[in-house]
Nanobody
Framework: QVQLVESGGGLVQPGGSLRLSCAASRNIFSISVMGWYRQAPGKLRELVASIQSGGSTNYADSMKGRVTISRDGAKNTVYLQMNSLRPEDTAVYYC?????????????WGQGTQVTVSS
């Protein structure tokens, strides 16, 4: 089991940057995959970026080149650096942890942090 707490959201102007943080209650290297998702009003939740325990990363095509996912094992925290933000990036951003135990997968979600891109 793991608890996730996101922070770092807020209001930013188009073209600006934000860094989101996701603090986990356990060693993040024991978590198979950690990811950032977002959900805009009226839309489905979608993947933004993910990082596997071994360090491999994956990015949504819409965000490639504008976001970077990273982690700090000493702080058990995963970050999402977002640059060149656009109004369409406005959404609630969620952190997810997937823990694989034998053949069973467990997904845990944070409470989300609001990102609003507007002038």
């Amino acid at each position: 089991q793991v608890q996730l707490v996101e922070s770092g959201g807020g209001l930013v102007q188009p073209g600006g940057s934000l860094r989101l943080s996701c603090a986990a209650s356990r060693n993040i290297f024991s978590i198979s995959v950690m990811g950032w998702y977002r959900q805009a009003p009226g839309k489905l939740r979608e993947l933004v970026a993910s990082i596997q325990s071994g360090g491999s990363t994956n990015y949504a095509d819409s965000m490639k080149g504008r976001v970077t996912i990273s982690r700090d094992g000493a702080k058990n925290t995963v970050y999402l650096q977002m640059n060149s933000l656009r109004p369409e990036d406005t959404a609630v951003y969620y952190c997810k942890a997937r823990i694989v135990n034998a053949t069973i997968m467990y997904d845990y979600w944070g409470q989300g942090t609001q990102v609003t891109v507007s002038s």
